[in-house]
């Protein structure tokens, strides 16, 4: 049974470019909420997915976006990077939108120069 | 203020000695309560969920106390393997499955 996977793992980026992370999550599980982790720091909340709708937002701007996929895969987007995008991204997924709990994935380490 | 607090640490604890920390919380109509660990630079795994009645596993146990907001984790007979962050997660009902994280408390368990 596949765990929750992310892709890529590493990424570098330069200032003002675009990126695309991606989710798979854990088999049976249809809800993925997406998490930025700065160094030093407990996970942000970014948004959660759920029936290929984005159901909750946390306080982050609208350069970050994202999609659900009919599998329940997601993929965050964020446009017109800055060095403070440079974090751990964490996906979790679960089943439902409530108390349930969040399984997270490896994470995507995003590095902006 | 922030929603959940912790202790950033470190608490650096002799191998099968006895470590516990606290947690904080701001809203009082928090719900579910959680503890994860965080290994260096990996993803946060769940640890354990913190029930009203309190709950233990194995070597660690958690409380809530809701009239003064804060849930504690105890560990004992310390091991080199629990060396990691311990994050501190509420959910709360207006908005479920947004988890609200603490910084985490940093355990170093020395030989």
């Known amino acids: 049974d596949a765990g929750v996977t992310q892709s890529p793992t590493h990424l570098i980026k330069t200032r003002g470019q675009q990126v695309t992370l991606r989710c798979s999550p854990k088999?049976?599980?249809?809800?993925v909420s997406w998490y930025q982790q700065a160094l030093g720091q407990g996970p942000q909340f970014i948004f959660q997915y759920y029936e290929e709708e984005e159901r909750q937002r946390g306080n982050f701007p609208d350069r970050f976006s994202g999609h659900q996929f009919p599998n329940y895969s997601s993929e965050l987007n964020v446009n017109a990077l800055l060095l403070g995008d440079s974090a751990l991204y964490l996906c979790?997924?679960?089943f439902g939108r409530g108390q349930e709990t969040q399984y997270f994935g490896p994470g995507t380490r995003l590095l902006v120069l | 203020r922030k929603e959940v607090e912790q202790d950033p640490g470190p608490f650096n604890v002799p191998e099968g000695a006895t470590v516990a920390f606290n947690c904080t919380y701001s809203n009082s109509a928090s719900q579910s309560f959680f503890w994860y660990r965080q290994d260096c630079r990996k993803e946060p795994k769940l640890l354990m969920s913190v029930y009203s009645s309190g709950n233990e596993d194995g070597r660690f146990t958690a409380q809530l106390n809701r009239a003064s907001q804060y849930i504690s984790l105890l560990i004992r007979d310390s091991k080199l393997s629990d060396s990691a962050t311990y994050l501190c997660?509420?959910?709360?009902?207006?908005?479920?499955?947004?988890?609200?994280f603490g910084a985490g408390t940093q355990v170093v368990v020395t030989p």
């Open positions: 997660v509420v959910n709360m009902p207006d908005s479920w499955g947004k988890l609200q």
């Open positions: 979790a997924s679960s």
């Open positions: 088999s049976g599980h249809d809800t």
